[in-house]
């Protein structure tokens, strides 16, 4: 089954910062039918979207974390990439990149990561 | 942000259970609601969206309803593999927000 592939540290340090791919198996991320996304879930708790982007490098932020996030993309490498700075025990999560389709009517997200695991520790 | 609650946060559940999922958000969000499922150690799967509107693959016995502030996910039959973690999500506007999620176990 298609799906997104999330690569990353599996373990950062307090106040540094995380960098996450997402590399997408087709050719779908030059179509204008989708933003591209990235979501996260602490352990025991909902989830929590990140940020999202678009082909053209529009971009939609979380306001509480706005300011420590980036997102990026490169059409020409299927991926696109999240960073997210200063990280405290707070940020421990696993984080998902998802397509988000938008090309008609109600937007959802339709195609998924299996998530990576990310832990803030010394 | 628009807050979604969503209940119950578990429910025990067997074979053939007709079972129903409730989803409410903090304002009207029109029928801009998801529901996804999630085994651990995969990727999210979406079912509905739009509120009620089957995604390509996903078995008939599931369903949603409601519009506004108000759905519901029902699952008409559980069977053996619908045991997992259900959780909508709000696509009103670009700040997407989701339900706390509902596990389904035995």
């Known amino acids: 089954q298609l799906q997104l592939q999330e690569s990353g540290p599996g373990l950062v340090k307090p106040s540094e910062t995380l960098s996450l791919t997402c590399t997408v198996p087709d050719d779908s991320m030059r179509s204008s039918g989708y933003f591209w996304g990235w979501i996260r879930q602490p352990p025991g708790k909902g989830l929590e979207w990140i940020a999202s982007i678009y082909y053209n490098g529009a971009t939609h932020y979380n306001p509480s974390l706005k300011s420590r996030v980036a997102i990026s993309i490169d059409t020409s490498k299927n991926q696109f990439s999240l960073t997210l700075s200063s990280l405290t025990a707070a940020d421990t999560a696993v984080y998902y990149c998802?397509?988000?389709?938008?090309?008609?009517?109600?937007?959802?997200?339709?195609?998924w990561g299996r998530g990576t695991l990310v832990t803030v520790s010394s | 942000d628009i807050q979604m609650t969503q209940s119950p946060s578990s429910l025990p559940a067997s074979v053939g259970d007709r079972l129903t999922i409730t989803c409410r958000a903090s304002q009207s969000i029109n029928n801009n609601l998801n529901w996804y499922q999630h085994k651990p150690g995969q990727a999210p799967k979406l079912l509905i969206y739009?509120?009620?509107t089957l995604q390509s693959g996903v078995p008939s016995r599931f369903s949603g309803s409601g519009s506004g502030t108000d759905f519901t996910l029902t699952i008409s039959s559980l069977q053996p593999e619908d045991f997992a973690t259900y959780f909508c999500?709000?696509?009103?506007?670009?700040?997407?927000?989701f339900g706390q999620g509902t596990k389904v176990d035995i």
């Open positions: 739009a509120a009620s």
């Open positions: 998802a397509r988000d389709c938008i090309s008609s009517g109600p937007w959802y997200f339709d195609l």
């Open positions: 999500q709000q696509s009103f506007n670009a700040f997407r927000t």
